[in-house]
């Protein structure tokens, strides 16, 4: 099983990145897949998720409006799009794999966000 985030960068207040999740060894389409992040002293949160097919997802309201969770199920990848990037965006991003009694994390990556 892996799952390798990528994407993650330096980026101005304002800009835009986004982020991948690629996955391999598991049925990727029977897992909810969520974005977490973390920044530093502080506990992980939930960014953003999306059901098995795309057809539900939920965000948390500090992203509403500017991030994009989407998922391409025959390459194996959930995306983030981020937009309008704020300095308190700033953290280590994680991917999860949700079946609820089971998941697998990814490593991570790093979004920056400063002038």
């Known amino acids: 099983v892996q799952v390798v985030e990528s994407g993650g960068d330096l980026v101005q207040p304002g800009g835009s990145l986004r982020l991948s999740c690629a996955v391999s060894g598991f049925f990727f389409s029977s897992y909810v897949m969520r974005w977490y992040r973390q920044a530093p002293g502080r506990e992980r949160e939930s960014v953003a998720s999306?059901?098995?097919?795309?057809?539900?997802?939920t965000y948390a309201d500090s992203v509403k409006g500017r991030f994009t969770i989407s998922r391409d199920n025959a390459k194996k990848t959930v995306y983030l799009q981020m937009n309008s990037l704020k300095p308190e965006d700033t953290a280590m991003y994680y991917c999860?794999?949700?079946?609820?009694?089971?998941?697998?994390w990814g490593q991570g990556t790093q979004v920056t966000v400063s002038s």
């Open positions: 999860f794999a949700d079946r609820g009694s089971s998941g697998y």
């Open positions: 999306i059901s098995g097919v795309g057809m539900s997802t």
